[in-house]
């Protein structure tokens, strides 16, 4: 066996270790170089780790969760094992015929003590079969690993269709026909008796990747960071109605305007009257770093969690280059496509709800910034003007303030100037 040791790689920006995430392969399993085995998470982003070579899996270090040095083991190789198992033909793996002592004595070679059921024919209703569930002709392809799986299924891999390399079965293949075939076991389960039925268990879930970073950061914004928040309601019929307008000059089908660019570009423009709201807080320098570029970071909901990507100066955009920027950002932090680039280095941040903005929120600081904007959803309300009881659209804007270095009144002075821009929306684009 000649052995191949795969070490944590740098992952960059200072990183030292990094948090195992999910393994898409086991011990004893034969991968293709370039095969992703491993997902990783470090303080910024979670990485995907490719095999380096190709070669049976000997050992994997750390389990979800666990945290492992960046040039410590992390997976080991046989490389010598790879070239027979991935050419492996099916008849190797199936059954000896009674009284075959030879071929007894193969099986019993490669660890197959079971009477082998990779002969059986699969289910009719199977996923990815060949030609409708006829048998192949000639080698099939597979590991090991999948292998023992189509026996202990009772699935002849002759009948399945590979989208590996030369037709060789994947992990997925196998998978989707095991997905369409039916268990015994199933076919043999009794009806569900009528009624509800009562619930028992428990789940234990482990707090890992982006929802232990996402844990982590809210305790520490929370712990250190004495929030000052402040709720204004704003007026957003004129906005809304000029909205509305643009949307209806776009072509078909093409993306439209929501209330977050417009937000975001009237917030570079108030921003510049209070630096001290655009700003980092180093605590280990005790030092305040005020940016004069908006860095504008927003809050998206992701499978994996809540991530915060970053459109670069959004004061040197035009409103339908932030909303392209704002769209695109999002769109691949939703994907797991951001890169670690576009996932720091925000000055300030917007996060909305959408349609489930509620009346008031409470958001947390994305540290170390100073200032954090919620936006609530917009609703048509009974208001009085000028002494007449009329329809008009009111959105809440709910903010956090780093009470430390930013006080009320400045606090309040923000939303204050940022509500008057968007109350009178075509100030948002006259030049300061």
């Known amino acids: 066996m000649t052995r191949y040791v795969f070490k944590m790689p740098d992952l960059g920006e200072g990183t030292v270790e990094a948090e195992v995430v999910a393994w898409h392969a086991k011990v004893g399993d034969v991968v293709e170089e370039d095969q992703v085995i491993a997902e990783v998470m470090t303080e910024k ?91 192949r002709q000639g080698r099939v392809m597979a590991s090991p690993a999948t292998r023992r799986r189509a026996r202990e299924a009772g699935i002849d891999l002759a009948t399945v269709e590979g989208s590996g390399p030369s037709g060789r079965i994947t992990r997925q293949d196998f998978e989707s026909a095991l997905g369409g075939a039916t268990s015994p076991k199933a076919a043999a389960a009794p009806a569900r008796a009528a009624g509800p039925a009562r619930r028992t268990g428990t789940e234990e879930v482990k707090v890992i990747g982006v929802r232990r970073v996402i844990a982590t950061r809210m305790t520490d914004a929370k712990r250190n960071i004495p929030h000052f928040a402040y709720v204004e309601e704003v007026d957003v019929t004129e906005l809304e109605s000029l909205r ?8 078909a089908g093409a ?26 807080y180093d605590a280990e320098r005790n030092v305040l770093t005020r940016h004069h570029g908006v860095h504008l970071g927003v809050a998206t909901q992701t499978p994996d969690g809540l991530k915060v990507p970053v459109v670069r100066h959004a004061e040197a955009l035009t409103l339908w280059d932030l909303a392209g920027e704002i769209r695109r950002v999002s769109e691949a932090a939703r994907a797991g496509k951001a890169s670690r680039e576009e996932l720091s280095g925000s000055t300030i941040t917007i996060t909305s709800l959408g349609r489930l903005g509620g009346i008031v929120s409470t958001p947390i600081i994305n540290a170390p910034e ?40 400045d606090a309040a002075a923000v939303i204050q100037a940022l509500k008057d821009l968007l109350e009178h929306p075509a100030t948002i684009f006259i030049p300061a």
Do not use: W
């Open 244 to 251: 509305q307008h643009l949307n209806g000059r776009l072509p």
């Open 370 to 409: 100073m200032a954090i904007i919620g936006v609530n959803k917009a609703i048509d309300r009974p208001m009085v003007a000028n002494g007449v009881i009329t329809v008009r659209r009111m959105m809440n804007l709910s903010s956090s303030f780093d009470h430390r270095y930013v006080d009320g009144y």
């Open 45 to 135: 982003a979670a990485v995907e780790v490719p095999s380096p070579v190709s070669g049976r899996i000997v050992s994997l270090t750390g389990a979800p969760g666990d945290m492992v040095p960046v040039g410590a083991e992390l997976i080991v190789f046989d490389i010598d094992a790879t070239d027979d198992e991935l050419t492996e033909p099916a008849s190797a793996a199936a059954a000896p015929a009674p009284g075959d002592a030879g071929a007894s004595v193969a099986a019993a070679e490669q660890g197959d003590s079971a009477p082998a059921a990779v002969g059986t024919p699969a289910s009719s209703g199977s996923a990815r079969t060949s030609q409708g569930g006829a048998k």
């Open 255 to 280: 993306p439209t305007l929501t209330f977050l660019p417009f937000i975001g570009a009237a917030l570079t423009r108030v921003l510049v009257d209070y630096p001290q709201c655009n700003a980092h």
